[in-house]
């Protein structure tokens, strides 16, 4: 009887002790590190089945306000366009509650080949040129929270668009 009482007790304690973790301490601006790309080579848009890649990343927010419902948070410009706008992608939407001790995890986007994966070849865009069979890219993402918190920006790896279709 008394070593099920024990028993008992060491069990609440260790629950309790088990409930007193901390939880991580993030900074309040989003930290993001780059975990790669589905493949590394893409078929460029033609009158063939579309291709995709997908780009996968991890992220960590200390007040977790990454992202709201129709909102912009994920940013990305192709290597080969810098002064370009970067093109905004929405991040899922994460529930409020939970989220003021900070949140992390991974962010998969997949990329179609359309007009925004195609080969461009003496400043025209999707063509299908067989002096040029092959053009490369790498793409520079970065994340911004609702409070304007910008993160560190990642590049994904060289990807070769097919420029002559499939």
Do not use: H
């Not at 601006?29 to 589905?38: D, F, H, M, R």
């Not at 992390?104 to 040029?132: H, K, M």
């Not at 069979?133 to 520079?140: K, Q, R």
């Amino acid at each position: 009887m008394q070593y099920t009482r024990f028993a008992l007790w060491l069990l609440a304690a260790g629950f309790v002790l088990a409930s007193c973790v901390n939880p991580p301490d993030y900074p309040d601006e989003p930290v993001i590190a780059y975990k790669g790309v589905s493949k590394n080579t893409i078929y460029q848009f033609t009158n063939g089945p579309r291709d995709s890649i997908t780009i996968q990343f991890s992220f960590t927010d200390g007040d977790g306000d990454l992202s709201t419902q129709d909102s912009a948070d994920i940013f990305y410009t192709d290597s080969r366009f810098p002064n370009l706008p970067p093109t905004p992608l929405a991040f899922p939407v994460i529930p409020v509650e939970g989220t003021g001790n900070g949140i992390s995890g991974d962010v998969f986007f997949t990329l179609i080949n359309t007009a925004q994966v195609c080969c461009v070849f003496n400043d025209r865009f999707c063509v299908a040129d067989e002096r040029y069979p092959v053009d490369t890219l790498s793409y520079f993402i970065y994340v911004q929270d609702r409070a304007g918190n910008r993160s560190n920006t990642i590049q994904t790896e060289k990807i070769q668009v097919l420029c002559l279709g499939q």
